[in-house]
């Protein structure tokens, strides 16, 4: 079982920038054979997918709603991914999950079928606040 623990969530103005981070636990293959990725949950609504971060090159992929405003990076040494978000916005506020495949060289699915529990890891969440 991969464990991924996600770590800097808050409360912040809209406006302000947060830095999320996620640690997987060791995996079969190296941590860099994995897609790695963001999805939210607000109130009342479905999961939805932030950002990727593919393995190999690197290749980012953002929802439209936060595309240019966050940034999604990987440090395959120390097993992290990490959510820059800047220019916060009361929409942004959900519970923000760390996620990836369970299998090596797999794309994140992101979107339909949706991701499920059978395909994909999740992290425990990380709360998100934006006040206006």
């Known amino acids: 079982q991969v464990q991924l623990v996600e770590s800097g969530g808050g409360s912040v103005q809209a406006g302000a920038s947060l830095r999320l981070s996620c640690a997987a636990s060791?995996?079969?293959?190296?941590?860099?054979?994995?897609?790695m990725g963001w999805f939210r949950r607000a109130p009342g609504k479905e999961r939805e997918f932030v950002a990727a971060?593919?393995?190999?090159?690197?290749?980012?992929l953002f929802a439209d709603s936060v595309k240019g405003r966050f940034i999604i990076s990987r440090d395959n040494a120390k097993n992290t991914v990490s959510l820059q978000m800047n220019s916060l916005k009361g929409e942004d506020t959900a519970v923000y999950y760390c996620a990836t495949p369970r299998q090596a060289y797999r794309r994140l699915r992101i979107g339909s079928p949706p991701a499920t529990d059978d395909d994909t890891y999740w992290g425990q969440g990380t709360q998100v606040t934006v006040s206006s």
């Open positions: 971060i593919s393995w190999g090159a690197g290749s980012t």
């Open positions: 060791r995996r079969t293959l190296s941590f860099s054979s994995y897609d």
